[in-house]
């Protein structure tokens, strides 16, 4: 009886899930009357604007990645290591972008960083996209830290790093040849979370004013009726793509078959 | 001549002082262990000469040259921990081929040295594993083999035994001791166990709240120790309070019967010290014969480990093991022989 109930719950709970996606793939597939065709996929990939919205969030995520990680990464070694009583305080300040709303820190950046500032960053493309490049950082910022604070529990990070030091090695050899590749799995699992998160952003890139590939998905499901469900179902792909790569990594982490 | 010199160490962690005034020189290819219960120092001297700890004040040379404002990359100290801490990404070969990377050796050069010290420990086949495919015994000696790859100056062994089972553990500081000796490398360890100790070092330091309590060979830290701690530490040791008869000529009272200890003697009580295997079951040819009731056996294999009562103190003797021969039991009063040269006067 208990077991049947158990089935029954996770059935409902699965039909709650899988019913809008099958409702949502259903509907993009349907843009011919009478018959199933991609056609929805074949516009959409057809647009000139998708593949520039695509190719500037993909080329956005993996800066915001290389950023997020060149500060996440070493700050979360350094309070392991040396100041582990600060830990609370900058899993506090991680969490932060959470409950402050993209668009305050957005609204925040243009008054700081406008054409009338000392630091004028939305006066040019470039400078624009670097502001970007932070908030999105920061939007990652809680998922990053949490991946690669996780990884660093699982090894020994004082004694490793003491072992390498009493063999010749300096601060930036012990990163990249020691602690990296044993929190790697940790830091490609934040590193496909915050991929998702980029490519599905609206808020900074639309106030900002970058062709980035959230405000597309928003201006085409206010004008058309088909596409924005094929596109939906792009972005549903991509980020389960980015899931099955994490799961992926960390089945082919050679040195990580130990028992921890 | 003197080639490690620890002088006036002092290291304190906020208010508490942890070591106070370790004074000690080494000589080059000298094996000394540090020896002392939990929270006693001796990890934190071994990590002031590794550079992990900066002193508080005092003098660390290697060879006359200050190490105390050396970071720990630059000193040249290799360095073998408790928990093995082998890089788990790297396989056994680029572990210990790793202190020769970082200084930029030629690939062919670490290859025959990596080759070199895995034939050194024993383990020529195992370089292509990774440490989680090896046993405990087996990554401490790749450990070993890491440290000692860079050829550095001064090996520093930091419990290196403790997370291994007993059999392992004896097997395996016979083979750290051959390989120091071979090599003649200047090395220090730390310890708790106090069999370790005896057995591995040419030097002991005996360490208590922070001091070296005495310094000196196996030998003399088992048979004559300086303090009422080292006494206590190292080995069993019975006391026994005696009653001063003449301090001048160290003639003293004891169970009933009176000894000359030979010695000048302050006070009017004093604690002997003896050790279990200095006292004999029957006088036979002993100095002396003390009358005592069994009041405990433990047969422990090869010796059985008694304890007697003798008017009020008790005194643990060892008798080793005959077949032919049934041990006393309890209740049963023996008689005890022993010699007054045996009896040690334990000091504060």
Known sequence: MKRAAAWAILLLGMAYFILPLIGMVEFSLSMKRGIYSLEAYRVVLADPRFRETFTFSVVMALLTIV???????????????????????????????????????????????????????????????????????????????????TGLRTIDVATLTEAAQSLGAGWVTI??????????????????????????????????????????????????????????????VITWACMGLIQLVTRFSKHDKAAR | MTFLTLSHLEKSFGPTRVVKDFNLTVEQGEFISLLGPSGCGKTTVLRMVAGFETPSSGVIAIDGADMVRLRPNARNIGMVFQAYALFPNLTVAQNVGFGLKVKGTPAKEIAGRVEEMLDLIGLPDLGGRYPFQLSGGQQQRVALARALAPRPRVLLLDEPLS????????????????????????????????????????????????????????????NTPATRFVAGFVGTLNTIEAEVKDGATGRVALAGTEVVLHRPLSGDRVTLGLRPEAVRLGQGACELGLSGKITEVDFLGSVIRLRADLGGQSLAFDTFN?????????????VLGLNAADLMVIGA
């Open chain 1, 175 to 236: 990163l990249a040849r020691v602690i990296l590749p044993n929190v790697l799995v940790s830091v490609l699992s934040g590193a496909f979370v915050t991929f998702a998160i980029v490519m599905g952003e609206f808020t900074m890139a639309a106030l900002l004013n970058r062709p980035a590939f959230g405000p597309y998905l928003q201006l085409m499901g206010a004008n058309r009726a088909y596409e924005p469900f094929a596109l939906a179902t792009i972005a549903f």
């Open chain 2, 163 to 222: 997370a291994l089972d007993a059999k392992i553990r004896v097997s395996l500081r016979n083979e750290i001791r051959a390989i120091q000796r071979r090599l003649g490398i200047t090395t220090i360890f730390v310890t708790h166990d106090q069999e370790e100790a005896l057995s591995m070092s040419d030097r002991i330091v005996v360490m208590h709240q922070g001091v070296a309590d005495q310094v000196g060979t196996p030998f003399e830290i088992y």
């Open chain 1, 67 to 149: 950023v997020g990680m060149a500060i996440v990464v070493p700050t979360a070694f350094w309070v392991r290591l040396k100041m582990p009583g600060l830990r609370p305080y900058v899993e506090f300040v991680t969490l932060l972008p959470l409950v402050i709303p993209a668009i305050v820190i957005v609204f925040g950046y243009i008054r700081l960083y406008n054409t009338s500032s000392a630091l004028p960053l939305t006066g040019t493309i470039f400078g624009t996209n670097l502001l970007l490049v932070f908030g999105y950082v920061t939007l990652s910022l809680p998922y990053m830290y949490r991946a690669v604070d």
């Open chain 2, 322 to 334: 005959a077949a032919h021969s049934v041990p006393p039991r309890v209740g049963e009063t023996v």
